[in-house]
Nanobody
Framework: VQLQASGGGLVQAGGSLRLSCAAS????????MAWFRQAPGKERQFVAA????????YFADSVKGRFTISRDNAKNTVDLQMYSLKPEDTAVYYC??????????????????????WGQGTQVTVSS
């Protein structure tokens, strides 16, 4: 599957952005979808993930209550809606896909090593 992320940009602290990831192929519903981010000089970290059917979602503590994730299996898209953005949210955001399900709850969904496909990333910059 090929993933194309979009929607990044420059926003002031407290603002909102919506990222979207479009996936190619007909089997989108068989992939766990997630967002990760990587700030300069830092490791890539988990942001949010959603189960195959969209009935479960997981969030990093740093974004819980501010970000939401949604997917549309008919349109092959997964979105990350970001509210109340902070300068520390500045990073390149990547969407990722994992073949099949995920197990182990948060730990299973948040492990970047479990993901098989990655998009090219989209830059989010939050100014103070």
């Amino acid at each position: 599957v090929q993933l194309q992320a979009s929607g990044g940009g420059l926003v002031q602290a407290g603002g909102s952005l919506r990222l979207s990831c479009a996936a190619s192929g007909r089997t989108f519903s068989t992939y766990v979808m997630a967002w990760f981010r990587q700030a300069p000089g830092k490791e890539r970290q988990f942001v949010a993930a959603m189960s195959l059917s969209g009935d479960r979602s997981y969030f990093a503590d740093s974004v819980k209550g501010r970000f939401t994730i949604s997917r549309d299996n008919a349109k092959n898209t997964v979105d990350l809606q970001m509210y109340s953005l902070k300068p520390e949210d500045t990073a390149v955001y990547y969407c990722a896909a994992k073949t099949g399900g995920a197990y182990g709850g948060y730990s299973g969904y948040s492990d970047l090593r479990a993901y098989d496909y990655w998009g090219q990333g989209t830059q989010v910059t939050v100014s103070s």
